[in-house]
């Protein structure tokens, strides 16, 4: 079965810092982009980073470029994005996705994806 599942998520106070973890099961991620979105309550989902299957392409949304930083061990199939200063503001269900495209990902029917988790900012 292919699979993405997102952990590392929880409540943190503001100043904070969590390192959001996206393993892949059942394939490669080799080949693959990975874009992290986001998505609080009552607001559209926005896309907070991503990093191309080598990793030699990385960007961030400007809301968290100097605070975030993503990365990704092909040997253990997964990929990272180290949250630090964290924000109420960065509080929302924070999901991965895998695209055969570049970076940025702009997901679609062939894109897999994360069940998300939860980062809540609060002190």
């Known amino acids: 079965q292919l699979q993405l599942v997102e952990s590392g998520g929880g409540l943190v106070q503001p100043g904070g810092s969590l390192r959001l973890s996206c393993a892949a099961s059942g394939f490669s991620l080799d080949y693959y982009a990975i874009g992290w979105f986001r998505q609080a309550p009552g607001k559209e989902r926005e896309g907070v980073s991503c990093?191309?299957?080598?990793?030699?392409?990385?960007n961030y949304a400007d809301s968290v470029k100097g605070r975030f930083t993503i990365s990704r061990d092909n040997a253990k199939n997964t990929v990272y994005l180290q949250m630090n200063s964290l924000k109420p503001e960065d509080t929302a269900v924070y999901y991965c996705?895998?695209?055969?495209?570049?970076?940025?990902?702009?997901?679609?029917?062939?894109?897999?994806w994360g069940q998300g988790t939860q980062v809540t900012v609060s002190s």
């Open positions: 996705v895998a695209d055969r495209g570049s970076c940025p990902v702009y997901p679609d029917s062939l894109s897999y």
């Open positions: 990093i191309t299957g080598s990793g030699g392409m990385k």
